[in-house]
């Protein structure tokens, strides 16, 4: 994915959805996020039974409506879709900082690296509420 800066005319009409690079660039950072969760040692162990595959289709899926894409998130709620995954705090922070690297790695500016950061980490209390809150 190559980030795409508004510029010109109608710049103001650029949505995240777009400057991200719509549904490929989206899923894009998806890939590279997951393969970094996949490599750590701390978080990679909770995807060990994990269908990958679906994951990086609905955190696609996610990612793109918050950016206002016409992709829909239509799996289960998020604190039903994880109440078999013991996050902790600890999980949440590292995970929160590989999707930085990863939107990093594509040159998302800052800006709207956090919008797509904030859309992830509103869900932090139905990612814990299965865990352990250390």
Do not use: W
Request: hydrophobic share 35%; net charge negative; proline share 4%.
């Amino acid at each position: 994915m190559v980030y795409q800066e508004p510029t010109g005319v109608g710049m103001s009409q650029s949505t995240l959805y777009e400057r991200l690079g719509g549904h490929d660039g989206i899923r894009a950072v998806v890939d590279d996020f997951y393969d970094r969760l996949l490599e750590d040692d701390l978080v990679g162990p909770l995807f060990e039974d994990a269908d990958l595959e679906r994951l990086r289709k609905t955190q696609t899926d996610f990612l793109c409506e918050a950016a206002g894409g016409p992709e829909t998130y239509d799996a289960a709620p998020v604190e039903e879709a994880h109440s078999h995954v013991p996050f902790t705090e600890a999980h949440i922070e590292r995970a929160v900082e590989h999707l930085q690297d990863s939107l990093d790695a594509y040159d998302v500016p800052e800006s709207d690296a956090q919008a797509v950061v904030g859309a992830v980490a509103s869900y932090r209390a139905e990612l814990l509420a299965n865990g352990d809150d250390d």
